[in-house]
């Protein structure tokens, strides 16, 4: 069977036929120009343009900060009680699509987080290729979480190749049939092909804690919390429980942490695994490079290249990577 | 349930973070079932300093000797003494002119007029007694006083925040002022818990909240200076709410 082809102009009509099957989000330029992803408004098309957006796909999945139980005399603890409606991400690109992949690794794994999973379960992933630029790094380590779409789409010159991943993506694929052609055209890889990888034998031997680059990069570092924010796959949250002023009703809260922070480390009584940031740097990179706990030898970066564009510092922890990937023999 | 017995006291302040407290209008019944207000002078009368409280909230900094001697009272009645606000916290800006001839200062306002009390350079209250808390602001956050009084009712103290105004302003989406528009904005320095308010409205952040644990004020200083803002700059701008701000 040939490709499936839309033609662009046909896009906004594809737009529109997708609302059917639930909310649209996809990338959209605001006033102050940053991109996020966001509800696309009907007759608006979202910004295709754009590489990457502030915060990654996970703010819909694990939210900045939510309730994940309220507390009654009466009830004990409970659920929030959170109507998840169907949700498309559109125009989403193969390094967050793996960043999902990771989150869904962690989240749906051996203890299913039930909020998580209800937002999974009604989230459907239309990918859309891009071309990485030079805080992109894809490319330059090849990854072993899979980038999976329900739909795919790859740029050709007037158009894309519109590909089904999964069997909801085939019934999307039948809902806006009229408005796609088979074509014979040669659809190019797209950079998922960077993604799904035969990972490498997982390094075990812990990092080399007296290796200077620690405090070089805890010595710039301003403790802002931006790379971990604004990255796909970094799911530290702190938990906090906060007890109403009736003295019978409590909250519970979920919200983003970050390893570099004080008090991610810290336990009762003041005391801390990491105390200071050069400690929490090799923390950080192990868990960005080499992976831990039951995902060990998977790399948590996607290489979207989010934490080095936002750092106002500059930081940047692929440098380290490469020179450490290199010399993996010798360690 | 007996109700726990607390003063709140203003000193060298504007009173904006009593008001704080008392703009909780929602909450104010069940404030008034769980405390009793027995030393409130700004909201309450009569207001009498008698007997033990299970907690003192004062805010303002100390410049004065008859608020020196409240203070220490307010600390031996106390079981919990807690810093209300910016200038409690850290002199605010009361102390901006810290470091200055006192007497200098007290002719530009007052030229040769007699002033009515005598004055010291103003202190936040940790320089003088034992703090037990903090909550920071200018004023501070509405949720995190009632936060804060919710706690005292289980004997609890409030965790402090760790994280700087950036750290919300991220999780908010919001374009960074700084760096993207070259805005001379505090929040990498200033510690967060406001939800990022005057940069998610495009105003940059004041530091109104004090500094954040572990602030890198080098490497800050240095990011602040490529966008054209001296030391100076900064430094001045810091302690316009913390004048304990140090190179």
């Known amino acids: 069977m040939a ?58 999945l694990l939210h900045p900060q939510e309730t994940i139980l309220n507390y009654t005399a009466a009830a004990g603890y409970q659920m929030p009680a959170e109507e998840v409606r169907p949700l498309i991400l559109f125009g989403v690109h193969p390094c967050d699509l793996a ?29 859309i ?50 408005i796609l052609e088979e074509r014979d055209i040669a659809v190019p890889e797209d950079t998922r092909r960077f993604f799904g990888q035969v990972a490498a034998e997982p390094l075990r031997q812990e990092l080399d804690a007296t290796l200077p680059d620690w405090q070089t990069l805890a010595d710039a570092c301003l403790g802002c919390g931006a790379c971990s924010i604004c990255c796909p796959t970094c799911y530290c949250f702190d938990v906090l429980e906060f007890g109403g002023l009736d003295g019978r009703s409590a909250v519970r809260l979920r919200q983003w942490d970050n390893c570099l922070l004080k008090c991610h480390a810290e336990v009762a009584g003041g005391m801390s695994f990491q105390k200071n940031r050069a400690e929490r740097f090799r923390y950080r990179y192990r868990h960005k490079f080499r992976g831990f706990g039951p995902l060990q030898g998977i790399p948590s970066c996607v290489g979207c290249g989010r934490c080095r564009v936002v750092c106002p510092a ?11 990937d290199e010399g993996r023999h010798e360690q | 349930m007996k109700k726990m017995r607390v003063a709140i006291a203003g000193l060298t302040a504007c009173s ?9 209008e929602d909450e104010l019944p069940e404030l008034f079932e769980k405390f ?29 000797p008859h608020e020196k001697e409240l203070l220490l009272e307010l600390r031996k009645r106390s079981v919990h003494l807690i810093a209300l606000g910016t200038c409690a916290v850290w002199g605010g800006v009361a102390a901006l002119r810290n470091g200055e001839d006192r007497e200098w200062l007290r002719q530009q306002v007052y030229g040769h007029n007699p002033v009515a009390s005598e004055t010291f350079e103003p202190l936040p209250l940790h320089r003088v007694v034992k703090v037990d808390a903090a909550v920071t602001g200018c004023p501070p956050e509405k949720e995190e006083l009632l936060r804060l009084l919710a706690g005292l009712t289980r004997g609890a103290l409030p965790v402090g925040i760790d994280y700087p105004v950036c750290t919300e302003c991220r999780m908010r989406e919001n374009l960074c002022l700084l760096t993207e528009r070259d805005m001379f904005c505090l929040g990498l320095l200033t510690l967060g818990g406001c939800g990022a308010r005057c940069p998610s409205l495009g105003v940059p952040c004041e530091g109104c909240r004090g500094p954040v644990p572990e602030a890198n004020l080098a490497e800050a200083l240095e990011i ?14 810091l302690r316009r709410f913390c004048p304990e701000w140090k190179l």
């Open chain 1, 129 to 178: 290729s891009c071309t990485p630029d030079e805080f992109c790094s894809c490319h330059i380590s090849p990854s072993p979480l899979n980038a999976l779409t329900d739909l795919s789409l790859q740029s050709l010159a007037d158009g894309y190749a519109i590909s089904s991943g999964s069997p909801r993506g085939d019934e999307l694929l039948e809902g806006v049939k009229e």
């Open chain 2, 36 to 64: 009793a207000f027995h030393f409130f002078p700004m909201a309450c009368s009569p207001a009498l300093l008698e007997g033990e409280y299970d907690a003192a909230l004062v805010e303002g900094c100390l410049s004065m």
């Open chain 1, 314 to 324: 500059g930081l940047d922890l692929r440098p380290l990577a490469e020179r450490l």
């Open chain 1, 99 to 127: 960043g999902i992949n990771y989150l869904d690794r962690v989240f749906l794994g051996d203890a299913p987080d039930p909020l998580y999973a209800a937002r999974r379960s009604a989230l459907t992933l239309i990918g």
């Open chain 1, 3 to 60: 490709p499936q082809y839309i033609a662009s102009h046909n896009l906004a009509a594809l737009l529109d036929r997708l609302r059917r099957y639930g909310e649209l989000h996809g990338p959209v330029r605001g006033d102050d120009e940053v991109v996020r992803f966001a509800a696309i408004a009907p007759g608006t098309l979202p910004d295709l343009s754009a590489l990457r957006t502030l915060l990654p796909p996970k703010k819909y």
């Open chain 2, 224 to 237: 602040y200076s490529e966008k054209g803002f001296g030391r100076i700059t900064v430094l001045d701008r």
């Open chain 2, 16 to 24: 904006g973070c009593q008001l704080a407290l008392l703009n909780c």
